[in-house]
Nanobody, 129 residues
Framework: QVQLVESGGGLVQAGGSLRLSCAVS????????MGWFRQAPGKEREFVAA????????YYADSVQGRFTISRDNAKNTVSLQMNSLTPEDTAVYYC??????????????????????WGQGTQVTVSS
């Protein structure tokens, strides 16, 4: 069974930074692309960032491009999301997720939540103005 556990959320002032981490159990971590999604109150879950299984390609939502950076460490089974220049609009519960098929890497595939079958419990990020 694959388990994902996020950490690093919290309260930060606008303009500040946070780093989210996701620890993934299982020996096949390096074979799968990973993603971060978020859900704000009253809104649908939305794509934030994704990284291919080998880490060679990354994808971002337009709203976070240039401010957020996704990375992975296949030796440690972790994926991270560095978030800079945070705004109140970034306030949400952030989820990491594992893609449901190994080896895929297109942006179109990675931005769709239905292509992920394992999810963490989420970590709250709150940005005050």
């Amino acid at each position: 069974q694959v388990q994902l556990v996020e950490s690093g959320g919290g309260l930060v002032q606008a303009g500040g930074s946070l780093r989210l981490s996701c620890a993934v159990s299982g020996r096949t971590f390096s074979a799968y692309g990973m993603g971060w999604f978020r859900q704000a109150p009253g809104k649908e879950r939305e794509f934030v960032a994704a990284i291919t299984w080998h880490g060679g390609s990354t994808y971002y939502a337009d709203s976070v491009q240039g401010r957020f950076t996704i990375s992975r460490d296949n030796a440690k089974n972790t994926v991270s999301l560095q978030m800079n220049s945070l705004t109140p609009e970034d306030t949400a519960v952030y989820y990491c997720a594992r893609q449901n098929s190994p080896g895929y890497g297109s942006r179109l595939y990675s931005i769709q939540s239905t292509n992920y079958n394992y999810w963490g419990q989420g970590t709250q990020v709150t940005v005050s103005s």
